[in-house]
């Protein structure tokens, strides 16, 4: 998490994931997690609303700057991630440890491809400002495993499953078949890290005791400060786990 530069945390993540499968990592948590990731020089960090115009659509500048917002989303889901299983693992169990490595694997992926592909657009990762704001969720979740269940897999990645089909039509639509195809890829990747938030979030709730869909929806109008708003993917987030009943009541 401490690692600054974008191509050393991606291998950095996708070594320690391979560790960790090959069992020649501990069970042992007796290193604090980092209140903040390391981060490169660049892009600069600005807060929402002083983030520039993308742009239109359909021109060069829009689609680099497509690329650019999706590429930060996944830099940051690597630390996301890295910091579910280092923080929360010796509370929850080595399950719970092992599906997040892998998922900070493949956010490392996710990654690299989407810097690769702004390359071939004649940009790269850093080369724009980026949102600030997504280390929020986790920041404001640090004391929680719950909570951060609640936000990060079961609601900011929920809502990635439901505004992603529609970008992906729109890059296929403009014959950028290449961006099409990690699209569909990090999609499908998506499902499953929704789908190992909201398992584990369920077996935290059955060890407290308490429903499900109760403690979630408690812990999403504490803890999120958007709203969740339609239209849902209704058939991607139930592949994932969700049903519509736990979330259209939450929107
Ligand atoms: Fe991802
Ligand atoms: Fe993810």
Same mark, same amino acid.
């Given at each position: 998490?401490?690692?600054?530069?974008?191509?050393?945390?991606?291998?950095?993540?996708?070594?320690?994931?391979?560790?960790?499968?090959? $069992?020649?990592?501990?069970?042992?948590?007796?290193?604090?997690?980092?209140?903040?990731?390391?981060?490169?020089?660049?892009?600069?960090?600005?807060?929402?609303?002083?983030?520039?115009?993308?742009?239109?659509?359909?021109?060069?500048?829009?689609?680099?700057?497509?690329?650019?917002?999706?590429?930060?989303?996944?830099?940051?889901?690597?630390?996301?991630?890295?910091?579910?299983?280092?923080?929360?693992?010796?509370?929850?169990?080595?399950?719970?440890?092992?599906?997040?490595?892998?998922?900070?694997?493949?956010?490392?992926?996710?990654?690299?491809?989407?810097?690769?592909?702004?390359?071939?657009?004649?940009?790269?990762?850093?080369?724009?400002?980026?949102?600030?704001?997504?280390?929020?969720?986790?920041?404001?979740?640090?004391?929680?495993?719950?909570?951060?269940?609640?936000?990060?897999?079961?609601?900011?990645?929920?809502?990635?499953?439901?505004?992603?089909?529609?970008?992906?039509?729109?890059?296929?639509?403009?014959?950028?078949?290449?961006?099409?195809?990690?699209?569909?890829?990090?999609?499908?990747?998506?499902?499953?890290?929704?789908?190992?938030?909201?398992?584990?979030?369920?077996?935290?709730?059955?060890?407290?005791?308490?429903?499900?869909?109760?403690?979630?929806?408690?812990?999403?109008?504490?803890?999120?400060? $958007?709203?969740?708003?339609?239209?849902?993917?209704?058939?991607?987030?139930?592949?994932?786990?969700?049903?519509?009943?736990?979330?259209?009541?939450?929107?």
């Amino acid at each position: 998490m401490l690692e600054c530069d974008p191509h050393k945390k991606v291998m950095a993540a996708r070594r320690v994931a391979r560790d960790w499968r090959l $069992g020649r990592l501990a069970y042992d948590f007796d290193v604090m997690m980092p209140d903040q990731p390391g981060r490169p020089e660049a892009p600069e960090l600005l807060p929402p609303n002083r983030m520039p115009k993308r742009g239109k659509a359909g021109s060069e500048r829009g689609r680099i700057a497509l690329w650019h917002a999706l590429a930060h989303i996944e830099f940051v889901a690597i630390d996301l991630a890295l910091d579910m299983a280092g923080r929360f693992g010796a509370g929850m169990n080595a399950a719970f440890v092992g599906d997040f490595l892998s998922v900070a694997a493949d956010e490392a992926m996710h990654f690299a491809l989407l810097d690769r592909h702004l390359r071939t657009l004649g940009s790269h990762y850093g080369a724009l400002p980026a949102h600030a704001g997504l280390w929020t969720a986790a920041h404001d979740t640090r004391h929680d495993v719950a909570a951060r269940l609640a936000v990060v897999p079961m609601v900011l990645e929920a809502r990635g499953l439901d505004v992603t089909p529609t970008t992906l039509e729109r890059v296929r639509a403009a014959g950028d078949e290449s961006g099409a195809l990690i699209l569909e890829r990090i999609l499908d990747d998506e499902i499953r890290h929704v789908r190992i938030g909201a398992t584990h979030f369920a077996d935290v709730a059955k060890r407290l005791d308490v429903v499900t869909e109760t403690l979630w929806k408690t812990l999403v109008s504490r803890y999120f400060r $958007g709203t969740l708003k339609p239209p849902f993917n209704d058939s991607a987030r139930l592949a994932a786990g969700l049903s519509r009943e736990l979330y259209a009541g939450v929107a």
